[in-house]
C-alpha cells in the first residue's frame, strides 16, 4: 500500500476510529492518543488488511483491542463506573440535572456489569454508531447476529428497572 492510500484511508476514517474510542473511554486525550497509536499500527501494518470487511470496521477492532489493552494495564474502576460531571445545557435546573446523571450513572453501571459479547455490541451500535453489519463483521457472526444481541443487551439493561 503506497503512502497515498494510506493518507486517503487516515482521512476517511480519522473521525470514525477517534469518535468511536471517545465513546468508550469518555477521555479526550485518551481517544487521541489511541487512535494515533491505531493509526500508527495500520501503518506498520498496511499489508496485513484482507479486504474481505469494511476498512472502517477493521480499523475500529483495531482501535477496540488496543483500547481493551489499555484497561487491562489500568488499576482501579473502568471508566464506566466514574461519575460523569459535564453540565448539560437541556436541563438548567440543578434537580433536573441531578436526576438526570443519577439515571446515567445507573445505566453506565449496568452496562458495566453487562457479560460480552453484549456490553461489546451495545457499545458499538449506540455510542460507536456502526451498522449491525459492520459489527457481525468484527465478530465474524451475521448481521443478523448482531441485532439480536444488540436488542437482547438493550433488554437487559432495562429488566433491572426502567431508566
Not at 26 to 34: Q, V
Not at 76 to 82: A, D, I, M, R, V
Request: with cysteine; aromatic share 12%.
Amino acid at each position: 500500500m503506497t503512502p497515498s492510500m494510506f493518507e486517503s484511508i487516515y482521512k476517511a476514517y480519522f473521525g470514525r476510529v477517534y469518535h468511536y474510542l471517545l465513546a468508550r473511554c469518555r477521555d479526550h486525550h485518551l481517544a487521541e492518543e489511541l487512535t494515533a497509536e491505531t493509526f500508527f499500527r495500520v501503518l506498520r501494518g498496511l499489508g496485513d488488511f484482507r479486504g474481505d470487511c469494511d476498512p472502517g470496521t477493521w480499523l475500529c477492532r483495531i482501535a477496540g483491542n488496543l483500547y481493551a489493552s489499555h484497561l487491562r494495564k489500568q488499576p482501579g474502576p473502568q471508566p464506566l463506573e466514574e461519575a460523569l460531571d459535564l453540565p448539560d445545557p437541556a436541563a438548567p435546573d440543578p434537580a433536573e440535572q441531578a436526576e438526570r446523571q443519577g439515571t446515567v450513572l445507573r445505566l453506565y453501571a449496568r452496562l458495566h456489569r453487562l457479560e460480552e459479547p453484549y456490553k461489546e455490541v451495545f457499545l458499538l451500535r449506540a455510542l460507536g454508531e456502526l451498522s449491525f453489519r459492520q459489527i457481525g463483521s468484527l465478530f465474524g457472526k451475521t448481521e443478523n447476529w448482531a441485532c439480536v444481541t444488540y436488542h437482547r443487551a438493550r433488554k437487559k439493561l432495562q429488566k433491572e428497572d426502567d431508566i
